[in-house]
């Protein structure tokens, strides 16, 4: 195809440049080719700056005047100073003193407290009440407890009511019993309530008892037996953080313990909420023993409490030192009773440290049955494995012959062997017994 001629093309068909172009629609559409003034707030507070700017002055000038400012401050406080000066010399000379005396009779404290030397005893005992490391201050009595303003307002409040109806009452407004009427009537009521108890918080009543002289009759009037579950394990919480434990012993002896054992009798399984407080109670360990333990393995337990038992003791941390006078207190326990392995093996199974009493006693109470001809149950002889299994290095020889001595008379086809493998074992890094490694 041929090459179009140059010369030959139409020049006014070639378009403007664009700038052109734009500029010629604007000004056909009647635009601004200015920007239009802005008169909002915005640019009122722009104008009022520029013009607060231009206004400002030089940085020397600035400087001269802070200059001469200053100045004029400092002639100012001298001549204030003079005549304060003035005014105290006077008075101290009037009498013929010196300046230096003018704060001879001042005495001043550790603390920087100008103290007159004639000072009123009412003076320093007010300001002994700021100084108690002076000495001034002393302790303040701790003020009653909540449970004394209950007993306290109950007991004003009946003994108005006595003295206006002319009924006979007691001193302080209190029965023949010893509790006032209304005492009886609170706690009563707190029963009843306790009895349908699920959730939520009880009464302040409830709480101060752990706090009362009289505890034990007072709690008897809300009938703990009657309580539902939940209320129980919130009142073994409020117990076990606020007896000390000979008293909270007696709290879980006379109500955590019937009314744990009255539900497994009744529903061969312990209430969730019953198993909660007796995961709680072992906050006081000593209590717990000496109130639940022992008293339950004394009376023949049943196998179902007993492993019910033996699982909350088997998930909780004890002290050792609970758990190894416990131990030797089973151990020596007469007469003995099946359940009784049953509580043993779940504490020996902690594998706690035990002192070599604690190792000869249960040696001892193994090898006391040694004398019987009668068949264990399988529970005695699990509690002997579990004990060669947890401290067989903790037997010296003379414990381990008695045991082995043991295993003649009551043997039991599958346990025994075990038990026998395990007193063979030797400690490791030992070299067994009649082996030569020279």
């Given at each position: 195809?041929?090459?179009?001629?140059?010369?030959?093309?139409?020049?006014?068909?070639?378009?403007?440049?664009?700038?052109?172009?734009?500029?010629?629609?604007?000004?056909?559409?009647?635009?601004?080719?200015?920007?239009?003034?802005?008169?909002?707030?915005?640019?009122?507070?722009?104008?009022?700056?520029d013009e607060e700017g231009e206004g400002v002055l030089p940085?020397?000038?600035?400087?001269?005047?802070?200059?001469?400012?200053?100045?004029?401050?400092?002639?100012?406080?001298?001549?204030?100073?003079?005549?304060?000066?003035?005014?105290?010399?006077?008075?101290?000379?009037?009498?013929?003193?010196?300046?230096?005396?003018?704060?001879?009779?001042?005495?001043?404290?550790?603390?920087?407290?100008?103290?007159?030397?004639?000072?009123?005893?009412?003076?320093?005992?007010?300001?002994?009440?700021?100084?108690?490391?002076?000495?001034?201050?002393?302790?303040?009595?701790?003020?009653?407890?909540?449970?004394?303003?209950?007993?306290?307002?109950?007991?004003?409040?009946?003994s108005k009511g006595g003295g206006s109806n002319g009924q006979?009452?007691?001193?302080?407004?209190?029965?023949?019993?010893?509790?006032?009427?209304?005492?009886?009537?609170?706690?009563?009521?707190?029963?009843?309530?306790?009895?349908?108890?699920?959730?939520?918080?009880?009464?302040?009543?409830?709480?101060?008892?752990?706090?009362?002289?009289?505890?034990?009759?007072?709690?008897?009037?809300?009938?703990?037996?009657?309580?539902?579950?939940?209320?129980?394990?919130?009142?073994?919480?409020?117990?076990?953080?606020?007896?000390?434990?000979?008293?909270?012993?007696?709290?879980?002896?006379?109500?955590?313990?019937?009314?744990?054992?009255?539900?497994?009798?009744?529903?061969?399984?312990?209430?969730?909420?019953?198993?909660?407080?007796?995961?709680?109670?072992?906050?006081?360990?000593?209590?717990?023993?000496?109130?639940?333990?022992?008293?339950?393995?004394?009376?023949?337990?049943?196998?179902?409490?007993?492993?019910?038992?033996?699982?909350?003791?088997?998930?909780?941390?004890?002290?050792?030192?609970?758990?190894?006078?416990?131990?030797?207190?089973?151990?020596?326990?007469?007469?003995?009773?099946?359940?009784?392995?049953?509580?043993?093996?779940?504490?020996?199974?902690?594998?706690?440290?035990?002192?070599?009493?604690?190792?000869?006693?249960?040696?001892?109470?193994?090898?006391?049955?040694?004398?019987d001809d009668v068949a264990l149950p399988l529970v005695w002889?699990?509690?002997?494995?579990?004990?060669?299994?947890?401290?067989?290095?903790?037997?010296?020889?003379?414990?381990?012959?008695?045991?082995?001595?043991?295993?003649?008379?009551?043997?039991?086809?599958?346990?025994?062997?075990?038990?026998?493998?395990?007193?063979?074992?030797?400690?490791?890094?030992?070299?067994?017994?009649?082996?030569?490694?020279?």
């Open positions: 195809m041929p090459k179009v001629d140059k010369a030959k093309t139409n020049k006014s068909q070639r378009h403007n440049p664009l700038a052109d172009e734009i500029i010629e629609d604007q000004e056909t559409a009647g635009l601004r080719k200015t920007p239009r003034k802005k008169t909002g707030k915005a640019a009122q507070r722009k104008q009022d700056a940085a020397k000038m600035t400087r001269k005047v802070m200059e001469v400012a200053q100045a004029q401050k400092a002639v100012d406080d001298c001549d204030l100073a003079a005549d304060m000066f003035s005014d105290t010399a006077s008075v101290g000379h009037g009498e013929g003193e010196g300046d230096d005396e003018v704060f001879e009779d001042v005495e001043i404290d550790e603390e920087g407290f100008i103290i007159g030397e004639n000072a009123t005893e009412e003076e320093e005992r007010a300001l002994a009440l700021f100084l108690p490391g002076a000495g001034g201050a002393q302790k303040q009595a701790p003020g009653p407890t909540l449970a004394d303003v209950i007993l306290q307002k109950i007991q004003e409040h009946e006979e009452s007691t001193p302080q407004g209190r029965s023949d019993e010893g509790l006032s009427p209304k005492v009886v009537q609170v706690y009563t009521e707190i029963g009843k309530w306790l009895k349908t108890y699920k959730s939520g918080k009880l009464p302040k009543a409830f709480k101060v008892i752990p706090n009362l002289a009289n505890w034990e009759e007072v709690l008897s009037l809300t009938n703990p037996l009657g309580w539902s579950p939940a209320a129980m394990y919130e009142a073994v919480a409020i117990f076990a953080s606020n007896l000390n434990p000979k008293m909270a012993q007696r709290f879980y002896n006379l109500v955590l313990l019937p009314a744990v054992r009255q539900n497994i009798a009744d529903y061969k399984k312990l209430n969730f909420h019953y198993y909660r407080s007796l995961r709680k109670a072992l906050f006081k360990p000593a209590a717990f023993f000496k109130g639940i333990l022992l008293p339950l393995a004394m009376e023949s337990c049943t196998l179902r409490e007993a492993m019910i038992l033996g699982s909350a003791l088997s998930k909780a941390s004890i002290p050792p030192m609970h758990v190894a006078a416990t131990v030797t207190r089973l151990a020596d326990m007469s007469p003995w009773f099946g359940t009784t392995s049953i509580l043993l093996a779940a504490l020996l199974n902690k594998k706690y440290a035990f002192p070599v009493r604690v190792i000869e006693s249960l040696v001892a109470h193994f090898c006391a049955f040694a004398k002889h699990r509690a002997l494995l579990i004990f060669v299994q947890r401290y067989k290095f903790e037997l010296n020889d003379d414990q381990r012959r008695r045991l082995k001595e043991l295993l003649r008379v009551h043997f039991h086809e599958a346990i025994a062997p075990e038990i026998r493998r395990e007193l063979l074992a030797t400690k490791p890094g030992e070299a067994p017994a009649g082996m030569d490694l020279s």
